[in-house]
């Protein structure tokens, strides 16, 4: 059969796409067909053939696309061989959990212990003994520096209570004082007291007030503090549940009820008394806020009990604060 004259012939083309790709030249340039080159993305016999050799290989292998393509490469669409069927998907999967990951990886083995965890446990009984509230001034006024960097010690005091459902608590403790702190920071001797701010930021905000800026912390960082001071009181006290007289369930369900539960909502109150009956033992407590310490419990009660004066003091002052200047708030969350 004798060459067109005219134009390209599908052998011309397919030589001319081998010598662009590959660098090769086809023998002869015979041509195939009278009909004209194949455009790309296009249909044709060879695309045909293509897709369905690619189509049978992503059927085989029993996943996507790129699957399939990547058997075809390999000359393995067409029928079946290694990579097709149960056997063949068996080796593979064998071949992948056999490769090597990149690196070395070690072996898993227990946490390490975080330095500034275990720092952090052993100041909360260092605040009980070191970090003591201030006596208060006989104008009973409250300096906001000195305040705030005895209270900032205290978040990790709920860690010693063994529930999760208590990191809300110390979250919010923590966010009051930051808030706190940063009013503070923005004019030290117009914020010196707790009773300035209060002032300040009424006369600042007008009807907003006191729903807004530091007073708002303020209000929710002292009922936190409350329910420390409940807790703490009455494990001092002695005061027990007859039926389990070991467990500190009766002390911190009191200094819930006393000083968050009627700011919660019912599913908030519900999410607490589950973690209230889940209270760690007495011995336990005041183990996990002895840490680090070789105490008796009559030692560590001790200690207590001279942290309480001057806090239990502080604490009753900003209530009263807060009920003189009527900026209690009642909402629930």
């Known amino acids: 059969m004798a060459a067109r004259a005219s134009g390209p012939s599908r052998g011309d083309w397919r030589g001319r796409r081998r010598r662009g790709a590959r660098g090769r030249v086809p023998a002869g340039g015979r041509v195939l067909s009278s009909r004209p080159p194949m455009a790309l993305g296009g249909g044709g016999a060879r695309a045909g053939q293509c897709r369905r050799r690619l189509g049978a290989s992503a059927a085989a292998i029993g996943g996507g696309g790129g699957g399939g393509r990547s058997h075809w490469r390999r000359g393995r669409g067409g029928g079946a061989g290694p990579g097709l069927g149960p056997e063949g998907r068996r080796r593979g999967r064998r071949?992948?959990?056999?490769?090597?990951?990149?690196?070395?990886?070690?072996?898993?083995?227990?946490?390490?212990?975080?330095?500034?965890?275990?720092?952090?446990?052993?100041?909360?009984?260092?605040?009980?003994?070191?970090?003591?509230?201030?006596?208060?001034?006989?104008?009973?006024?409250?300096?906001?520096?000195?305040?705030?960097?005895?209270?900032?010690?205290?978040?990790?005091?709920?860690?010693?209570?063994?529930?999760?459902?208590f990191t809300p608590i110390k979250a919010d403790i923590s966010g009051n004082i930051t808030k706190i702190r940063a009013v503070y920071d923005t004019n030290p001797a117009k914020f010196k007291t707790l009773q300035n701010i209060l002032e300040v930021e009424k006369e600042m905000h007008g009807t907003e007030w006191p729903k807004v800026g530091a007073t708002l912390a303020l209000m929710w960082l002292k009922r936190g503090l409350r329910f420390i001071q409940v807790l703490l009181q009455s494990i001092c006290d002695g005061e027990r549940d007859e039926n389990h007289p070991n467990l500190i369930r009766v002390n911190a369900t009191k200094a819930y009820e006393m000083a968050l539960k009627k700011y919660h909502g019912w599913f908030v109150q519900k999410i607490f008394q589950g973690a209230l009956y889940a209270a760690p033992y007495k011995s336990d407590f005041l183990k996990a806020l002895s840490k680090g310490q070789n105490v008796t419990e009559e030692q560590c009660l001790e200690k207590i009990r001279l942290f309480l004066v001057n806090y239990t003091a502080t604490i009753d002052i900003i209530y009263e604060m807060y009920t003189k200047m009527n900026a209690e708030l009642n909402y629930t969350v």
């Open 95 to 165: 071949r992948r959990r056999r490769r090597p990951a990149a690196g070395t990886v070690a072996a898993p083995g227990p946490p390490e212990a975080c330095p500034e965890e275990e720092a952090e446990e052993r100041r909360t009984m260092a605040l009980l003994a070191e970090h003591l509230l201030r006596p208060l001034p006989a104008d009973k006024q409250i300096e906001t520096g000195p305040f705030l960097d005895a209270v900032a010690h205290l978040p990790p005091f709920f860690d010693c209570l063994g529930s999760p459902v």
